[in-house]
């Protein structure tokens, strides 16, 4: 028989979620906020178990991701931030730096840390991701946290493997 592994959404009594969101394009990114924290409260956390950081821009995002990281309070570190494209190649190199820091973070740390940033070439596309019109990030990033969470719970570390 295949043996399976699947996340649920649910937050256990012991969990602590962290939410960290970059103010920079704030109109959009507190809404991510908003939808996370919104989704971690319909699947059983309280907001003892929320802790919301916020940072100038999503830049700044992997830094304090990883010292949450490391800390060991928190079950799952949720990133959210939102960069729009101008009209010249700092989009580029924001985001791409934003995306390995974040990634380098989970593997290094075992704690699940998830890329919730919206990376849009205009405010309104950033705006239909943040729950105008396609969801919200910020919902879909709590939501892999708590999927994560329960997953890395169920499997054994790898010394036991």
């Not at 939808?35 to 304090?64: N, Y």
């Not at 010249?88 to 593997?107: N, S």
């Not at 840390?113 to 309104?124: K, L, P, Q, S």
Request: net charge negative; aromatic share 4%.
């Amino acid at each position: 028989m295949i043996s399976e592994v699947r996340g649920q959404l649910n937050v256990n009594p012991q969990q602590h979620y962290a939410i960290i969101t970059a103010e920079f394009n704030g109109l959009i990114t507190a809404r991510l906020a908003d939808g996370a924290v919104e989704a971690l409260l319909r699947h059983g956390a309280t907001d003892p178990q929320i802790t919301k950081i916020w940072v100038p821009g999503s830049f700044e995002i992997p830094t304090v991701a990883n010292r949450l990281a490391k800390s060991g309070k928190f079950t799952a570190i949720i990133c959210l931030g939102c960069i729009i494209r101008g009209q010249t190649a700092h989009f580029d190199h924001v985001a791409q730096q934003v995306a390995r820091g974040i990634a380098e973070i989970g593997p290094a740390t075992g704690i699940p840390t998830i890329f919730g940033i919206i990376t849009a070439d205009t405010v309104e596309q950033a705006m239909d991701r943040a729950g105008l019109k396609m969801g919200n990030t910020g919902w879909n990033a709590a939501c892999a946290a708590m999927e994560m969470s329960d997953v890395l719970q169920q499997v054994p570390p790898a010394a036991n493997i």
